[in-house]
């Protein structure tokens, strides 16, 4: 099984800055299958991200991701306030598809 | 635009059966992956398993031995059915769409609370 963490646990951050999360793997991610997902209270996720670059339909373009192989990133270009949310990784190149832990960004 | 929405017993007993149904609005179950997650605060998002519409089946491991996906296309609905579930299957469980094995749109979810 493919573990991955996030890092950091919590950014605390304002809007209109800069948010910069992310995301490793224990073993390489076959295709670079990585997928961010956004999520907040009682709601499901929400996909922004898959293939580790592209994004998902209706998804802003302040959304970026990267990476390759083990490490990937999302960024974020000018938080809105809308942005303040639970950011979730996901691989899916190698069964069991698994999720990291989550990157909390708050004010 | 798709909705899919969870529906069954928000409490199981343990050792017993856990059935969820995730019925499909807005489009037919062909041509897409259908897919079950589940989230708990112990053990976050995990994938159950995935199902697609050319009758192909794909389940997490650790839950291979106990899970069943299967679909009614005569109602649009396609099943979860969790054997002898314990304390450690309460969570949030979810069904979702993909094109491919990512989910694009997501049920709001429905909590199962395994408990006596």
């Known amino acids: 099984e493919i573990v991955l963490t996030q890092s950091p646990a919590t950014l605390s951050l304002s809007p209109g800055q800069r948010a910069t999360l992310s995301c490793g793997a224990s073993h390489i991610v076959s295709n670079n299958y990585l997928a961010w997902y956004q999520q907040k209270p009682g709601l499901p996720p929400r996909l922004l991200i898959f293939?580790?670059?592209r994004r998902a339909t209706g998804i802003p373009d302040r959304f970026s991701g990267s990476g390759s192989g083990t490490d990937f990133t999302l960024t974020i270009g000018r938080l809105e306030p809308e942005d303040f949310a639970l950011y979730y990784c996901?691989?899916?190149?190698?069964?069991?598809?698994?999720f990291g832990p989550g990157t909390k960004v708050d004010l | 635009q798709v909705r899919l929405q969870e529906s069954g017993p928000g409490l199981v007993r343990p050792s017993e059966t856990l059935s969820l149904t995730c019925s499909v609005s807005g489009g037919s179950l062909s041509g897409y992956f259908w897919s079950w997650f589940r989230q708990s605060p112990e053990k976050g998002l995990e994938w159950i398993g995935n199902f697609h519409y050319t009758g192909t089946t794909n389940y997490n491991p650790s839950l291979q031995s106990r899970v069943t996906i299967s679909v009614d296309t005569s109602k649009n609905q396609f099943s979860l059915r969790l054997r002898s579930v314990t304390a450690a299957d309460t969570a949030r469980y979810f069904c979702?769409?993909?094109?491919?094995?990512?989910?694009?749109?997501w049920g709001q979810g429905t909590l199962v609370t395994v408990s006596s």
């Open positions: 996901q691989q899916y190149g190698t069964s069991p598809f698994t």
């Open positions: 293939d580790a670059s």
């Open positions: 979702t769409r993909g094109g491919g094995v990512v989910p694009t749109s």
